[in-house]
């Protein structure tokens, strides 16, 4: 079947937004960026990328959150870099407890702790209203910076007129690419193999 670029704006219209959401379950930079460069591309609407993201982002967050407050310092037992990680943030957190609101709002923008932040969160003496307040808020913040740095960086590629249109299929190839190499990475770390 030859390429068929209405073909893959149908798949994108149909899974973007459930990739993006998925992406940023995990991480999601990446993810929410490439959607923000596919939006302006017309293959997806700013709007729901944004949405998507938001979404994704402030589940996972308040998952971990709730996970860590419910089972405790249990939750990490078998996983011991992790909790290791962990007890180092605890640290830094309970030297500076005046600063949990705030690092409750930008942890995402942190790079290396996002994963491990919410639990670190959860296992402090954070309340709980304050801590969906702020992951809704940074979350918000997060999705739409994110993805209007997608849409930018499409935009000042689109400057430079039809003589670069191979760049964006080249850069489609390797956004879908990263997708699948962090999706593969997180599910092998997740078995230990």
């Not at 709730?66 to 939750?75: M, S, T």
């Not at 913040?141 to 849409?151: D, R």
């Not at 590629?157 to 964006?168: A, C, D, L, S, T």
Request: proline share 3%.
């Amino acid at each position: 079947m030859p390429f068929s670029p209405t073909l893959l704006n149908g798949a994108f219209a149909h899974f973007g937004y459930l990739a993006i959401f998925l992406g940023t379950l995990l991480e999601g930079e990446t993810v929410v960026i490439a959607g923000g460069f596919f939006a302006h591309q017309g293959m997806l609407s700013l709007e729901l990328v944004i949405l998507a993201a938001f979404l994704g982002s402030a589940t996972s967050d308040q998952g971990l959150f709730f996970l860590a407050r419910k089972q405790g310092w249990k939750l990490l037992h078998k996983r011991v870099k992790t909790e290791e990680k962990v007890k180092r943030l605890m640290e830094r957190l309970q030297s500076h407890p005046h600063w949990l609101l705030a690092f409750a709002l930008l942890f995402r923008f942190v790079y290396g702790i996002r994963n491990i932040a919410p639990i670190a969160l959860g296992l402090s003496a954070l309340p709980t209203l304050r801590f969906v307040a702020a992951n809704v808020v940074g979350a918000l913040v997060w999705a739409i910076l994110f993805s209007y740095a997608g849409f930018s960086f499409s935009a000042a590629i689109k400057r430079f007129g039809p003589q670069v249109q191979h760049v964006e299929m080249a850069l489609l190839v390797v956004a879908c690419a990263l997708v699948a190499g962090v999706l593969w990475w997180h599910k092998r770390k997740a078995t230990g193999n």
